[in-house]
């Protein structure tokens, strides 16, 4: 079955504790996405990755670290979390077309993170 | 930066009924538009898109309509269902834009019965 698959799907953690959320798609996607959804705010872009070890800055990367070493993963990495950075998390992929993404989305099923 | 937006963020509607959900855009340069749908707990899911050329595009049971001069983009549900009560996202982009969709924030679409 075609899916991104995130991992964990809940998470709670203190402050500064590093941690690591994962996300593979088996859909050979060159395009993949982390958004964080917040209520009120929508979707934002955190992170977004155009090919193995191409990444750049979406619209909130401030707190956010992410690595694409192979095509399928693209791990989002929080060095030091902070209480505002408890959220909804969602890991996306596309196949993307040159240096430009393709425009359907495809979703995993979210990571709800909570830093006390 | 620009954004999309909604007009409504919470719609009821009874079982049966018709929905319209809308959403304004501000970007002019958008080309292209799509709708999800998300349930409660689930990831966003892809129901329908247009691009700039078209008026209308139909799908099943749903349709979306875009009116490029007052920038308004609209997805009507025909004849709605339990189990269309979700949170319903409109997205712009500018195709070859390295920039993916901009989400608007939702609307919440409750169907009574």
């Known amino acids: 079955e075609a899916q991104v698959t995130q991992n964990p799907r809940y998470l709670i953690t203190v402050t500064g504790k590093k941690l690591t959320v994962t996300c593979s798609q088996n859909m050979n996607h060159e395009y993949m996405s982390w958004y964080r959804q917040d209520p009120g705010l929508g979707l934002r872009q955190i992170y977004y990755?155009?090919?193995?070890?191409?990444?750049d800055k979406g619209d909130v990367p401030e707190g956010y670290k992410v690595s694409r070493k192979e095509k399928r993963n693209f791990p989002l990495i929080l060095e030091s979390p902070s209480p505002n950075q408890t959220s909804l998390y969602f890991c996306?992929?596309?196949f993307g077309q040159g240096k430009t993404p393709r425009e359907k989305l495809f979703f995993g099923s979210g990571t709800q993170l909570s830093v006390l | 930066g620009e954004s999309v937006g909604l007009h409504l963020p919470t719609l009821s509607v009874q079982e049966g009924d018709n929905s319209i959900i809308n959403c304004a855009y501000s970007n002019s340069a958008s080309d292209y538009f799509i709708w999800y749908k998300q349930e409660s707990g689930k990831g966003p899911q892809f129901i329908i898109d247009i691009r700039s050329n078209m008026d209308k595009r139909q799908g099943q049971r749903v349709t979306v309509l875009l009116n490029k001069t007052v920038k308004h983009l609209s997805l009507q549900i025909a004849a709605t269902q339990p189990g269309d009560s979700a949170v319903y996202f409109c997205a712009e982009k500018v195709t070859g834009s390295a920039r993916q969709l901009t989400f608007g924030s939702g609307t919440q679409l409750t169907v009574l019965p």
């Open positions: 990755s155009m090919n193995v070890e191409v990444t």
């Open positions: 996306a992929s596309s």
